[in-house]
């Protein structure tokens, strides 16, 4: 991979981009401006999904998604579960800076297999998540009738996408227009084309590293892509940049202020000005907690 030095503008032609969206959950809060050329500022800790009042938040979070207004987040844990496997849970908040309120498990959803990688699309209403099968994962796809609801009826695998491997870190473009995911051993990121169905997915080969990337979290106008970037000591935060959505990937560099240990990204605002990620910087390897960090 051609890994530059320097940050990539993830901007056009202004440094600064409002969201001008419309639809089931138009009402999104981070409408404000910010230079997009600048740094994240400080990581801060996600409250309200924590398994105790006590612990600052660690969740040992399996990857999260909001809805525009950031307003509902679902995320995978298996510290409310108590068992080994991973469950999906949601929580709300009044205000997009205020913990959440206390974690509803999917129940509609959960069995005892794994579910972690959740992606939201851009109405809020259809969720994508991972899923362990017969010892391997898969991509799965279930839509709730209302932003409101706190309930998801029954997924069906994507048959389109998912081998007999490993498939997993499903992310939807906000237009719906595709889907990137991982696919492990080795190490890939894909892109799936969608319009009435997906079509066969491509892999994004200048993504690739020694190790392989994985985590993809497409930008609003999908010409940004943050990632992790496996590395022989951990795991990192990358941003890769293109022209166009049809080009490949030309600008590469680590998100380095927010490198610490362990990060991975999860879900980023339409604006692009803020960031959600996962992080072991307070822990060990199973101690994963959820930050957010926005850009100035």
Not at 236 to 247: D, I, P, Q, S, V
């Amino acid at each position: 991979m051609n890994d530059s030095g320097t940050a990539p503008d993830s901007s056009k032609a202004d440094t600064s981009v409002a969201d001008t969206s419309s639809g089931a959950d138009a009402a999104d809060a981070n409408t404000a401006m910010c230079d997009l050329t600048k740094a994240f500022g400080a990581a801060t800790l996600v409250l309200g999904i924590a398994t105790t009042a006590s612990d600052g938040g660690k969740v040992d979070v399996g990857e999260a998604a909001l809805t525009s207004d950031e307003l509902q987040i679902i995320f995978a844990t298996n510290h409310l579960t108590g068992s080994a496997d991973f469950d999906l849970f949601i929580a709300k908040r009044t205000d997009r800076n205020a913990p959440f309120l206390a974690p509803v498990p999917l129940t509609t959803l959960n069995d005892t297999n794994d579910q972690r990688g959740v992606s939201l699309s851009g109405d809020g209403l259809t969720l994508y998540y991972h899923q362990s099968v017969a010892g391997n994962y898969g991509i799965y796809r279930t839509t709730r009738g209302n932003v409101s609801d706190t309930a998801f009826p029954a997924a069906q695998a994507l048959s389109a996408v998912n081998t007999p491997g490993v498939d997993v870190s499903p992310n939807i473009t906000v237009d719906g227009t595709a889907l990137y995911f991982a696919r492990e051993s080795p190490n890939h990121i894909y892109r799936a084309l969608a319009s009435n169905a997906f079509a066969t997915p491509s892999v994004i080969t200048e993504l690739d590293s020694m190790f392989g990337p994985t985590a993809p979290v497409p930008t609003a106008d999908d010409l940004g892509l943050y990632y992790t970037k496996v590395t022989s000591g951990g795991t990192e935060l990358w941003f890769a940049k293109r022209t166009a959505t049809n080009a490949p990937y030309t600008q590469f560099a680590a998100v380095s202020e927010l490198n610490v240990k362990g990060e991975r990204p999860t879900w980023v605002s339409r604006n692009g000005c803020r960031l959600y990620f996962d992080s072991t910087r307070n822990g060990g390897s199973a101690a994963y907690q959820l930050f957010f960090a926005d850009k100035p």
